[in-house]
């Protein structure tokens, strides 16, 4: 007999056994839930709610972050099983660009190399839900084939401040779109039939001490901006997990906050699936169970005798226990594992990579582009090479959010492929320095060499020899450390090199691009008006040098738009004057910090003086310029906006307008709804994105109508004096823009009657 018809033989016997033999085994496969908890010693109670990075049976103890080996090498963690109940393990796996798991086994001759997708920001840039749900369910998957249950990711935090050393993995400064792109990448995901964890609820808006960093955050600053793409992730995608936060909020390690658990994401959103802590977070277990968050990652004896000892002195109960080991047994029993699923180890690797690359496309941004620079015409054929990441592309940022891909494609590979001579002459000497940015380990920031800048010899012969020259500017940054403050502007080489390479190239009538391959925000006001044209290719994992060579040969016209706003200036930004500024401390280990929010400002704790004015709301709120502002992007076409109408509906609005392509190439466009809010009540910010929606390929001369809903609700402002959701009555402008500054045409609307929706729960400090 076929094992798999054994199985289902014994299956169905047991389950003929628990409809009918009231004295049967008790088996998850076949009993339910509840019943499985009964029949479950305090002792099984009690290691299930940890990962099995716990020394109490040899069979399910490993070790942390990125070395698990039990199961799937690599996979960040897994849950304990009992196979007298039937309970499988289950393993979790990181994360944002893609599964995370070791490329290599010991003993096995096979590889386990995994698709490097896009950074979440580059994804987040593509303002295209459909788009982002076909990546996510590429990851899916290749998780699913690698034999995980959960992906570690979506990675929503907000991109409070350009210095944050994981915006990388982050989405935007904006909650709608980060709430918008997360719930697409989790549907995409789950349509596999494995899991996501949406992460890092809340607030984990920076690197520097991030155990035990106390974030200060008023409760409409939270609802509006810092809780909001969670909120919207959960009602639109319903995602098994979630993950809490190393921070505390308002005094409260979020893991230990009842009421952020148990009072909003499920009293107030309904979310009912499982709650786990980030890893090694926290400072009690007791406490984490207590407050909902229902499994402690990756698990330790501290923790487990934190949770004998709560149980003794009675600030935990079973009821408490139980809870959260049932939410742990659903969860169990939605995946793969638990479903006995043979994964293949042979996931689409080169479909997905054509994924990679054609999603890669949607989501730089063109940035500038004088007198046509781009796309190269069919003059173009020889390109110079110059800065040293065209040479070394960088596919993503470091840590947990990295991904082990067999290769990336370099922007000098890309360029070869895509048919074009590139003059190479720089690369020996630039490679030379690759040894300076060897890491130490997963979490070490892994440090660019400085610029060569070629004397002006070097420079006339290759403007000479070539057709165009291509600058590549790179920056990584990574889990652990937020950003200095040097790396948001050029360096003094870097600058050279623009400069330099400019003046030569003009000198004999050629043009200069410069490709920024970064993971967040950098300085662009003082020196973009040098070069002939500027691409932001963020970072696109492993086909990039493929990507950018699409567009800049025309193959694609970019149609990407910024989700984050580019200041002018560092200090521009409200969150700047809050911000850790090169605090002088490297990562968040040894540092003999031992509870939430200490002393030091910035380091222990953290006021978000700003409040909900993040990014483009302070930007505008305070009359200050952008260099690229939130929303912005070019094409290689012309687009032209007409007809904009709203209608009001029972429960909102409903916003049209005509977008047709007026130019000689075919392109997407991304048409973005801003509403201002009528005087009075609430101060509010000038304009906020609501709802937004890319065109499909529109060729030379063709139309769409973009069609966007808005409920009332979705109009809300939060009132915390009254802790509700209020929409005022009176006049509203729903502005049609193409960035956030550029509004293409407006249309006034009314609310003739005020409404709210109560929200009761505060989070406000003890
Ligand atoms: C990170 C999480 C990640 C986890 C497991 C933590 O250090 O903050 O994002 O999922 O490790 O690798």
Not at 57 to 85: D, M, R
Not at 423 to 451: F, G, Q, S, Y
Not at 700 to 723: C, H, K, R
Request: with cysteine; glycine share 10%; aromatic share 8%.
């Amino acid at each position: 007999m076929k094992s798999s018809s054994f199985t289902s033989l014994f299956v169905a016997a047991a389950a003929f056994c628990a409809a009918s033999c009231s004295e049967g085994p008790v088996n998850l496969q076949t009993s339910s839930v509840e019943d499985v908890v009964k029949a479950m010693t305090k002792e099984q109670k009690l290691k299930i709610l940890l990962g099995t990075n716990l020394d109490l049976e040899e069979k399910n103890s490993g070790p942390v972050v990125g070395q698990h080996s039990l199961f799937v090498p690599g996979a960040a963690g897994s849950t304990f099983s009992f196979e007298e109940l039937g309970i499988t393990n289950t393993v979790l796996a990181d994360g944002p660009a893609g599964l995370r798991i070791s490329p290599t086994r010991e003993g096995d001759e096979n590889t386990y190399y995994c698709t490097y997708f896009p950074i979440g920001t580059l994804l987040a840039s593509t303002w295209n839900q459909e788009l982002i749900e076909s990546v996510g369910k590429a990851m899916g998957e290749e998780t699913k084939e690698y034999g995980a249950d959960v992906l570690l990711a979506p990675a929503l935090n907000i991109q409070r401040n350009p210095l944050c050393g994981r915006n990388f993995e982050y989405y935007s400064e904006d909650p709608i779109i980060s709430g918008k792109t997360a719930a697409a990448y989790v549907r995409g995901i789950q349509s596999n039939g494995v899991g996501t964890s949406i992460k890092h609820f809340a607030g984990n808006s920076q690197e520097t001490n991030r155990k035990l960093n106390n974030a200060i955050i008023s409760d409409r600053a939270l609802r509006e901006i810092y809780l909001k793409g969670f909120e919207i992730a959960v009602k639109e995608s319903d995602p098994w997990t979630v993950m809490t936060s190393y921070n505390g909020i308002n005094g409260t390690p979020t893991a230990e906050s009842y009421p952020l658990l148990e009072g909003i994401l499920r009293g107030e959103w309904g979310f009912k699936g499982m709650v786990m802590t980030d890893w090694s977070s926290g400072n009690n277990g007791g406490a984490q169970i207590a407050a909902g968050n229902d499994l402690i990652m990756p698990g330790n004896k501290q923790r487990y005798n934190e949770i004998v000892a709560a149980l003794e002195d009675g600030s935990l109960t079973m009821e408490d226990v139980d809870r959260d080991v049932t939410r742990i047994l659903e969860f169990v029993k939605r995946t793969p594992r638990f479903q006995g699923y043979k994964f293949s180890n042979k996931p689409d690797l080169q479909a997905h990579a054509q994924i990679t690359r054609q999603s890669s496309l949607e989501g730089m941004v063109l940035l500038k582009n004088n007198a046509s620079a781009l796309p190269f015409t069919s003059a173009v054929s020889k390109v110079a090479l110059l800065g040293y990441t065209s040479f070394d592309f960088i596919a993503g940022g470091t840590g947990s959010g990295s991904v082990n891909s067999s290769y990336v494609v370099s922007l000098l590979e890309g360029l070869k492929n895509g048919g074009y001579q590139v003059d190479e002459r720089l690369k020996d000497a630039n490679l030379a320095m690759k040894d300076n940015t060897v890491r130490k380990n997963i979490l070490a920031v892994v440090e660019r060499p400085e610029e060569i800048v070629p004397d002006a010899k070097t420079l006339a012969s290759m403007a000479e020899a070539n057709d165009v020259a291509v600058i590549t500017l790179g920056r990584i940054a990574g889990e652990g450390n937020d950003r200095l403050i040097e790396n948001f502007s050029l360096t003094q080489n870097e600058l050279a090199l623009v400069q330099k390479t400019t003046e030569a190239f003009h000198k004999v009538g050629k043009k200069v691009v410069v490709i920024l391959n970064i993971g967040g925000v950098i300085e662009t006001a003082s020196w973009k008006n040098i070069p002939d044209a500027i691409l932001l290719s963020w970072q696109a994992g492993q086909e990039g040098g493929n990507s950018v060579t699409d567009i800049l040969s025309g193959k694609k016209s970019p149609s990407g738009r910024l989700a984050v706003s580019f200041p002018a200036k560092f200090n521009d930004l409200g969150s700047s004057s809050n911000f850790p500024i090169n605090p002088g401390i490297k990562n968040d280990s040894g540092m003999n910090r031992t509870r939430i929010g200490m002393t030091d400002r910035n380091i222990d704790y953290t006021v978000y003086e700003e409040d909900i004015y993040v990014g483009y709301r302070w930007l505008q709120k305070k009359n200050i310029a952008a260099s690229y502002p939130f929303g912005y992007g070019l094409s290689y076409t012309t687009f032209q906006w007409s007809d904009a109408a709203v209608k009001t509906t029972k429960d909102g609005i409903t916003a049209t307008v005509k977008v047709t392509n007026t130019g000689s190439v075919a392109s997407k466009d991304v048409v973005q709804l801003y509403i201002s809010a009528p005087e009075g009540g609430l101060d509010k910010p000038v304009r906020e994105l609501k709802a937004y929606a890319k065109t499909k390929e529109l060729a030379p001369g063709e139309s769409q109508v973009i069609t966007l809903n808005v409920s009332l609700y979705d109009l809300a402002s939060f009132n915390q004096d009254a802790m509700r959701w209020e929409t005022a009555a009176g006049q509203y402008t729903a502005s049609f823009g193409a960035s956030c500054d550029e509004i293409k045409q407006n249309a006034t609307f009314q609310v003739e009657k005020a409404q709210s929706w109560s929200a009761p729960t505060s989070l406000k400090g003890k």
